[in-house]
Nanobody, 124 residues
Framework: QVQLAESGGGSVQAGGSLRLSCARS????????MAWFRQAPGKEREGVAS????????SYADSVMGRFTISEDNAKNTVDLQMNSLTPEDTAMYYC?????????????????WGQGTQVTVSS
């Protein structure tokens, strides 16, 4: 059973940076697709970024392109999300997700494995 645990959330001022980390455990082989989603109060869960582990290929939502970077740390067995130039619109609960073949990377209902989430709050 794949287990995911997020860390690194917190409160920052606009323009600041945070680095989220998703630790993977519980299975000898991790799913090929890892992604970060976020959900703000009253809004749908949206895909932020994904990475295809075998090749390192990445995808990003338009709203975070150029500001966020998803990467794998093989030594730590984590998938990280570096978030720069944060704005209040980035405030949300951030979730790590994993699956073997989700199809559309940003479709949250295509992912079978989820972490509990970590809160990111950006103040103006």
């Amino acid at each position: 059973q794949v287990q995911l645990a997020e860390s690194g959330g917190g409160s920052v001022q606009a323009g600041g940076s945070l680095r989220l980390s998703c630790a993977r455990s519980g299975a000898p082989i991790s799913p090929d697709y890892m992604a970060w989603f976020r959900q703000a109060p009253g809004k749908e869960r949206e895909g932020v970024a994904s990475i295809y582990i075998p090749t390192g290929s990445t995808s990003y939502a338009d709203s975070v392109m150029g500001r966020f970077t998803i990467s794998e740390d093989n030594a730590k067995n984590t998938v990280d999300l570096q978030m720069n130039s944060l704005t209040p619109e980035d405030t949300a609960m951030y979730y790590c997700a994993a699956d073997w073949n989700p199809g559309t990377w940003s479709a949250h209902d295509h992912y079978n494995y989820w972490g509990q989430g970590t809160q990111v709050t950006v103040s103006s």
